[in-house]
């Protein structure tokens, strides 16, 4: 059985951080926003009831270029392969931990060959690796009929990534706690999203472990959270500009100054609002027009070698 499956990405629209937990993890406060930037999954498994019905397919046809070859050659039960040589493709990709554990947990004996496409940046703030998660065990929980409700596909979320909830719900959402207290908020999707992720690496545990310097109690911005709520459940493009915040974005800025040259040009060339994605270095700029966002692309390719680019719009 072959099967695509696209996991988008996501920027954070705000993003408040309200000090630390006795779990070590951090309370935050955000809306999340999935934008139409895709890494593929593609997707092939093999029945349990069919193994001996492949064998003997292999056995006759010993150099057929098919997944024959990967069921014969493998004694994996998951197989993961990437487009990029970097991505990690044993226990330690998400989509392999979410994977074994769902197999685990209800005696799946079938294999399962896994081809990501990655086009969304790793370590970007946009929440790829999470975003492949979700995607990965919603399918799981559809293909396999195990009709696990939306809080216990969380449930079992959380235990692999404060992110990967949000995904589970397929729109704008406040994100609480560490992530995993969802309440969905209507669709506004009425404008453009530019992204610009700048060749340089960022560390979220960094961030965190700076951030904790600063004392964040009682620190969110609850009147500009509460303004971009109203302004995306009633549409207003230019309240939502007005009001969107990341408490992470001055930390990370002030170590990675491409940051704050990335949000120059942005707002130079016709963006209403800009901010971080995340811990960063991702910055978005918002859009009233497609024409605007594509001339801005192109003042940030004559001025920021090496950044990765892309129109996208909320979905």
């Not at 406060?29 to 193994?51: G, V, W």
């Not at 979700?134 to 809080?151: D, W």
């Not at 600063?214 to 500009?241: P, W, Y």
């Not at 070698?305 to 129109?311: H, L, W, Y």
């Amino acid at each position: 059985m072959n099967k695509i499956i696209k996991a988008p990405a996501k920027i954070n629209l705000c993003l408040s951080v309200n000090g630390k937990r006795n779990d070590g993890y951090h309370n935050l406060m955000m809306i999340m926003q999935p934008i139409s930037l895709y890494d593929t999954i593609e997707l092939n498994i093999i029945r349990e009831k069919d193994f001996d019905k492949i064998e003997k397919l292999y056995n006759k046809k010993n150099n057929y270029k098919s997944y024959f070859n990967y069921y014969h050659n493998t004694t994996n039960q998951i197989v993961l392969k990437s487009n990029y040589s970097f991505i990690p493709t044993d226990d330690n990709n998400l989509i392999v931990k979410i994977t074994k554990y769902f197999f685990e947990k209800y005696n799946i004996k079938d294999k399962i060959f896994i081809y990501l496409k990655k086009l969304i940046p790793t370590c970007g703030g946009l929440g790829g690796g999470s975003s492949d998660a979700a995607s990965m065990l919603l399918f799981l929980n559809n293909f396999y009929g195990t009709k696990l409700s939306i809080q216990e596909l969380n449930d079992i979320s959380i235990k692999f990534g404060s992110d990967i909830p949000f995904f589970l719900y397929k729109k704008e959402c406040i994100c609480e706690g560490r992530g995993e207290i969802i309440t969905e908020l209507n669709s506004f999707k009425d404008y453009y999203v530019l992204i610009a992720t700048p060749d340089i690496r960022v560390s979220t545990k960094d961030i965190f472990d700076k951030i904790d310097s600063v004392n964040l109690d009682n620190h969110m911005n609850t009147q500009s959270f509460e303004n971009c709520v109203d302004a995306i459940e009633n549409k207003n493009l230019n309240k939502l500009c007005s009001n969107i915040f990341n408490d992470l974005e001055s930390v990370t800025i002030s170590m990675y100054n491409d940051i704050s040259i990335l949000k120059e040009i942005l707002l130079n060339n016709g963006a209403l609002s800009t901010l971080m994605s995340g811990s960063g270095p991702t910055v978005f700029g918002i859009f009233d027009s497609y024409f605007k966002a594509k001339n801005c692309k192109k003042s940030i390719k004559n001025q920021i070698n090496g950044a990765f680019i892309f129109i996208t719009k909320p979905i």
